[in-house]
């Protein structure tokens, strides 16, 4: 359902297919500057942002953070237990999200055209490299919920849509240089429950941001059970 009206809630949702975590096995992929956790058959909830949305002192402190949670079940030989997961999470929330939605930085997706390029690209492969359930399109940054297809995988999806959508919006912004952030935030989605949270959280963003009647928020209208 493309232009969810901020502040809207969702019925039960379910993506398909969507399996419990504990049913699927784990992968650790180092990014850039962090580590990923992958599975096949996933269901992601990821944000990714320009590159000039964050203050650097906040971007760090968050990295280093995100490291050391990462690090101590390292230490034990074992993956993240699911509160770490949730630790993971609840950080992002509330040491970057919250500076995201205040505006930092350029904020390219102010400008319609730039902000139309992101959500067409979003979801332009829905139903051929993966199912995309919700998303919005913010001002500095970019929440999606979507589960790759057999074949296609979290961070290839996310090289493609920055890749084409950067070098887009700096031909119609007339300008060079680093567009995105090389870095973004995955969240694996657990279960159902977990599900409609990620998606509720996606949608609303703008509504969190005081962002009132904003068009570059949708869900998919196909996958709304009554």
Same mark, same amino acid.
């Given at each position: 359902?493309?232009?969810?009206?901020?502040?809207?809630?969702?019925?039960?949702?379910?993506?398909?297919?969507?399996?419990?975590?504990?049913?699927?096995? /784990? #992968?650790? +992929?180092?990014?850039?500057?962090?580590?990923? @956790?992958?599975? *096949?058959?996933?269901?992601?909830?990821?944000?990714?942002?320009?590159?000039?949305?964050?203050?650097?002192? /906040?971007?760090?402190?968050?990295?280093?953070? +995100?490291?050391?949670?990462?690090?101590?079940?390292?230490?034990?030989?074992?993956?993240?237990?699911?509160?770490?997961?949730?630790? $993971?999470?609840?950080?992002?929330?509330?040491?970057?999200?919250?500076?995201?939605?205040?505006?930092?930085?350029?904020? @390219?997706?102010?400008?319609?055209?730039?902000?139309?390029?992101?959500?067409?690209?979003?979801?332009?492969?829905?139903?051929? +490299?993966?199912?995309?359930?919700? @998303?919005? #399109? !913010?001002?500095?940054?970019?929440?999606?919920?979507?589960?790759?297809?057999?074949?296609?995988?979290?961070?290839?999806?996310?090289? &493609? @849509?920055?890749?084409?959508?950067?070098?887009?919006?700096?031909? $119609?912004?007339? +300008? *060079?240089?680093?567009?995105?952030?090389?870095?973004?935030?995955?969240?694996?989605?657990?279960?159902?429950?977990?599900?409609?949270?990620?998606?509720?959280?996606?949608?609303?963003?703008?509504?969190?941001?005081?962002?009132?009647?904003?068009?570059? /928020?949708? !869900?998919?209208? &196909?996958?709304?059970?009554?």
């Amino acid at each position: 359902m493309d232009g969810a009206k901020s502040g809207m809630g969702v019925s039960p949702m379910s993506p398909t297919g969507i399996l419990p975590l504990e049913d699927l096995p /784990v #992968v650790r +992929r180092r990014g850039a500057n962090l580590p990923h @956790w992958t599975k *096949t058959g996933a269901t992601y909830a990821i944000t990714f942002r320009l590159a000039d949305s964050l203050p650097a002192i /906040v971007a760090e402190s968050w990295r280093r953070e +995100r490291e050391e949670i990462a690090q101590r079940a390292a230490s034990q030989n074992r993956t993240l237990t699911w509160m770490e997961r949730k630790e $993971l999470q609840q950080l992002y929330s509330d040491r970057v999200e919250s500076i995201l939605n205040r505006g930092e930085g350029s904020c @390219w997706m102010k400008h319609a055209a730039v902000a139309g390029i992101v959500q067409d690209a979003l979801k332009f492969f829905h139903g051929q +490299r993966y199912e995309m359930y919700a @998303w919005s #399109v !913010m001002p500095n940054h970019v929440h999606a919920v979507f589960s790759p297809l057999e074949g296609y995988d979290l961070s290839g999806i996310l090289h &493609s @849509w920055k890749s084409f959508t950067s070098k887009l919006a700096n031909k $119609l912004l007339g +300008r *060079t240089g680093q567009f995105w952030q090389d870095e973004y935030f995955d969240h694996l989605v657990r279960d159902e429950e977990d599900f409609i949270h990620s998606v509720n959280y996606t949608i609303n963003n703008p509504a969190r941001a005081g962002l009132e009647n904003w068009p570059w /928020v949708g !869900m998919q209208k &196909s996958e709304i059970r009554d």
